[in-house]
């Protein structure tokens, strides 16, 4: 089963703020605006970009990994990774923030590092149309 393959921004932005320690509480007493910001502060950008990059995760054959992928794709370390490229916590720290030995958080993040940079032959391309509207300007 495909379970997690295509999360509303809405539900990636609440597992991301679980993930670093707003419980579904403080996220309802938050509201959407002040959520997005503290989502924004930790993880770098908009949920919307990272429900589209999980999308892409499990989309694209990545790495040629589709089989380990399907065992071991979870939302949390996936947040691990992206909460790691925007921080650059140490590992003490992110085993304190994320409750796991620093051995398996850093696996973990090395998997969705590996397979996000994989991405990026098929996402960054210089003739896209906002490259193309760029090259225009200059």
Not at 38 to 56: K, N
Not at 90 to 116: G, H, L, P, S
Request: glycine residues 4%; hydrophobic residues 35%.
């Amino acid at each position: 089963p495909r379970l997690l393959a295509t999360l509303a921004h809405a539900k990636i932005m609440a597992r991301g703020l679980d993930l670093i320690g707003y419980n579904s509480d403080r996220q309802a007493r938050g509201g959407r605006e002040k959520n997005e910001h503290r989502f924004t502060r930790a993880f770098g950008s908009h949920p919307i970009v990272y429900a589209a990059l999980w999308e892409d995760l499990h989309k694209h054959d990545n790495k040629g990994a589709r089989k380990e992928r399907r065992k071991r794709m979870h939302v949390n370390h996936f947040f691990m990774a992206v909460h790691f490229l925007r921080k650059y916590p140490t590992e003490d720290d992110r085993e304190a923030q994320f409750n796991k030995c620093t051995d398996t958080v850093r696996e973990q993040v090395w998997f969705y590092v590996e397979r996000i940079r994989a991405l990026k032959s098929i996402k960054v391309s210089l003739d896209s149309p906002a490259s193309q509207a760029m090259n225009e300007c200059t």
